[in-house]
């Protein structure tokens, strides 16, 4: 089954913790993506990238890191410099950069930080 | 400024009545996409419809339908016939293309929709 897998679904970590949320995708999409959602403010995008070796800060990118070796994987860390890292993380992907294609998203990451 | 408004926090609607979720956008671009997503409690994003911008008529897709008018820069989710698996957050969310690339796509707040009996 194509798709997209974010492992682990919870995750706790103490605070001054390094975490990396994994991202993988099997559907051969160029695109890949980072969103974090707080309750009542909706999804706010991290990082992107659009190929392989290249990422762009998004929104909120600040105590945030990414790498893009592979096409399938995109891994996000959460860094100690993350003042607020508690929250809901989503990775999606898109087939192609253009104003048509949908973003396809993984099942979600949710990190507690105690 | 906010690029997407989802003005309506919450919505109750009976089941099998339609009803309608609102989303305006603000973008200088002429050329740009219009999604809708749903959120059930599992966390999962699920797409529902499309528009884009030259798009002339409204897109439909099964129960949902996009009512948009340009003019007034809203492109808001109609759902007919509502069902009680309908009950979910949804999420209107914007690629604007002017500038060569599309790559991000940026989300509103949200509608917490509630489908009682």
């Known amino acids: 089954d194509g798709g997209i897998t974010q492992s682990p679904k919870y995750l706790f970590r103490k605070e001054g913790q390094n975490v990396t949320l994994s991202c993988e995708q099997n559907?051969?999409?160029?695109?890949m993506y980072w969103y974090r959602q707080d309750p009542g403010q909706g999804l706010r995008l991290i990082y992107y990238?659009?190929?392989?070796?290249?990422?762009q800060k998004g929104d909120i990118a600040e105590g945030y890191s990414v790498s893009r070796e592979k096409k399938e994987s995109f891994p996000l860390t959460v860094t100690s410099a993350q003042k607020n890292p508690t929250a809901f993380y989503l990775c999606?992907?898109?087939?192609?950069?253009?104003?048509?294609?949908?973003?396809?998203f993984g099942q979600g990451t949710r990190l507690t930080v105690v | 400024a906010q690029k997407i408004t989802q003005t309506q926090p919450g919505m109750f609607v009976q089941e099998k009545e339609a009803v309608t979720l609102d989303c305006t956008y603000d973008t200088s671009d002429q050329s740009y996409g219009l999604f809708w997503y749903k959120q059930p409690s599992s966390g999962e994003m699920i797409f529902l419809i499309y528009?884009?911008?030259?798009?002339?008529q409204n897109a439909t897709e099964g129960r949902y339908s996009l009512n948009f008018q340009k003019a007034r820069k809203s492109a808001n989710l109609v759902i007919s016939a509502s069902q009680l698996g309908d009950s979910a957050m949804y999420f209107c969310a914007m690629r604007e293309g002017d500038t060569g690339t599309a790559s991000k796509l940026t989300f509103g707040t949200g509608t917490r929709l509630q489908v009682t009996l």
């Open positions: 999606a992907s898109s087939l192609r950069v253009r104003i048509h294609t949908e973003a396809f």
């Open positions: 528009q884009g911008s030259y798009d002339e």
């Open positions: 559907l051969n999409h160029d695109a």
């Open positions: 990238s659009q190929i392989v070796n290249d990422f």
